[in-house]
């Protein structure tokens, strides 16, 4: 399984970015797999964002972000996407997605959990 990560920039205090992830890879399926998103800020350990599983029958965010920011996923493309408004100074990490078969519901949040990653992509708001 390959992740492919894209859509960061810089943005504004308030903005908005949608970031993808194309999930390749002859096993891969939304129904098996948790797609999550991970983020890391310099100086700080990398931590969960946000995760979906069954095409959006189960998502879950980190509190930080939950009512601004919105997971989901386009089957037909093997693309889940995270749409980050509201965006704050505090959200400028690196933006990782990740994925796995044997996530339980519990681990979502758990970097560990995911054996897949992708490259990563800035995203950078400025105040």
């Known amino acids: 399984v390959q992740l492919q990560a894209s859509g960061g920039g810089l943005v504004q205090v308030g903005g908005s970015l949608r970031l993808s992830c194309v999930v390749s890879?002859?096993?891969?399926?939304?129904?098996?797999?948790?797609v999550a998103w991970f983020r890391q800020a310099p100086g700080k350990d990398r931590e969960f964002v946000a995760a979906t599983k069954n095409n959006g029958y189960y998502v879950d965010y980190a509190e930080t972000v939950k009512g601004r920011f919105s997971i989901s996923s386009d089957n037909g493309k093997n693309t889940v996407y995270l749409q980050m408004n509201s965006l704050k100074p505090e959200d400028t990490a690196v933006y990782y997605c990740a994925a796995d078969s044997s996530v339980i519901r519990s681990n979502f949040g758990s970097q560990t959990a995911y054996n897949y990653w992708g490259q990563g992509t800035q995203v950078t708001v400025s105040s």
């Open positions: 890879g002859g096993a891969f399926s939304f129904r098996r797999y948790v």
